[in-house]
């Protein structure tokens, strides 16, 4: 029995989403009396691999088939299908991003496990039972999901758990193949684009997002939000109207129907705060509003607010934290 | 070309979330249900797909119990030529997703869409389960989905970016914006979706791998602190010093 977790690499680097995922399965292996075998997807490099010790993982499997940089569902269940397999593995820890929901619903299904996304805290594995903790209703609310299957499947939310580094220690990395075929490779891309991001943060995995409403007139002053994201090391996001529009690109929507997101820090300027909007972002652990209207309902979700004109607050921030840097 | 559009009754995305006082289920009470919000992208983008075949048929489908009636005879009136309900409470995503498989292999469909994921459980995972049990490709989720004969290409979103997918047919999609402009029905749409075919099936398969023990709210905030606009900087330091966040 162990616990196998599933580590996304990209450009050699183990994704900041996976150090958590990682350092997660760690601790349930302790929960559980046994240890954390990693398997790496993507374009991975053997000397960041080994750095998983840090995490927790004793051993990270590597199959160094050239076609696995890009993501290919059927060849990724495959490989950590085959994984678990030789691991005797238990529980299976994943990300909840689009690779690892769409890997771990089809593991579900041909490894009989149950399945639970969006899942926040480690699980409680008293009395018998295994049970964890997910959002549900669009970040409106939690529930606690008994997993009742021999095996178990984790989708674990990102930025809801802390990655543990004990700075040092080093993971065996060892080789591994699952016998890959053409035939796996069938729903292989025939492209992938990515976005020009600004300063290189991706939304999802930001730990700090500057984001902007109707309130800010137009995307010509998009350039305040820029300057204050850039100044803190941020990534940029929107409202829903904001992209219908296209004064933003569609990837930047957060809510209810966009992506959820849960930064340390949510800076949400010349944005009402509907019910909607809040959805997306209202696990964010400090929220910031600067709104000219006292009344805007965002204030009410607020940590911290700013009532005033986005034109004149936002350079005063940015001015702020440059001076501090 | 035989589309099937699957979709789940959720509650109105303006709901306010409360729970029954033992927290053991969702408070219906005085609630709105509606066609989850991904799943009108779904739903459109097959009618567009048929009108431009100008020929295919479009079936919509529900896991659920009657209540969710009105909203399978909204898909009706928005333009799907019929609906099959399982008459069942959808007890889990790999029930629901068992029930769905056995629909699509039925009637051999070769399309089948669904939304990027439900607005009340945020599964994000019937769609990835439903392609294993058929054994076919999903492309999970998609910004765009084109047909030409038997072949589709998809714009499929991965953080950071897109990738461009080719599948033939069979397979499942999960749609998301900006895939089409959903539509609204309209007062014909209303009228013919009264007498369009809507069947009511059995539940099959096995029983549920998870169960719900429990409910919970989010924590309530503290309150806002405020800063006065003219000293904006001051915030900078508060959330340096005393949030610890930058
Ligand atoms: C089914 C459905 C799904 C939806 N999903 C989403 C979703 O996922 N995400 C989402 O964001 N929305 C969603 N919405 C839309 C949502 O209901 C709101 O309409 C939307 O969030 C409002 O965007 P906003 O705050 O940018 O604009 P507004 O509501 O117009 O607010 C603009 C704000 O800017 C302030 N302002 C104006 N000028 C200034 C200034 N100079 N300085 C400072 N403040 C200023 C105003 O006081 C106001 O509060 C959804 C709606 C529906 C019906
Ligand atoms: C009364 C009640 C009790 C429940 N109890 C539990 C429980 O104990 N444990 C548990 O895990 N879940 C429970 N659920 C959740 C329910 O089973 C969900 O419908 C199911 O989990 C699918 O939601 P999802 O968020 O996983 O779907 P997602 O994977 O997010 O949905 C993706 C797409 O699948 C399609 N889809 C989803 N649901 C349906 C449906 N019902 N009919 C047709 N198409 C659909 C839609 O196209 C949707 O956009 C309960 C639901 C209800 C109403």
Redesign the pocket.
Known sequence: MSVLVVVECADGEVKKSSLEVASYGAQVAAQLGTTATAIAVGEANAANLATLGEQGIAKVLYDAEPRLKDFVNNAYTKLIATAAEQEQAKVIVLANSNIGAAVG?RLSVRLKASL??NVVELPRTDGGQFVVKRG?FSGKAF?D??LSGDRKIIALKKNSTEAKHEAGKTAEVASFSAQLSDADFADAPTQVVMQDQAGGILLPEAERVVSGGRGMKGPENWGLIEDLAKALGAATACSKPVSDVDWRPHHEHVGQTGITISPNLYIACGISGAIQHLAGVNSSKVIVVINKDPEAPFFKAADYGIVGDVFDVLPKLTAAVKELN | MKFL?????VPDTTTKITFTPDNK??NKAGVQFVI?P??EY?LTRAIELKEAAGSGSVTV????EAD?EPNIRKALAIGADDAIR?NA?????????E??AAVAKEGAYDVI??????????????????GEMLGIPTVAPAMKLDLSGNTATLEREIEGGKEIVTVNTPFVA??QQPMCEPRIPNMRGIMTARTKPLKVVPPVGEP?R???AEYALPPKKQGVKLIDAANAGDLIKLLRNEAKVI
């Open positions: 619903s639970a996304t549900a529930s999901v008994v | 559009v699957c979709i789940s009754n289920e969702f989850n991904w799943d779904a489908l529900n896991v659920g969710t399982v409470a959808p007890q889990d995503a790999y029930f629901v997703a029930q769905i869409l669904m939304g990027k994921e439900s607005i009340d459980y945020n599964g994000f995972q019937v769609h990835g389960m439903v999960s749609c549920a998870t169960t719900v």
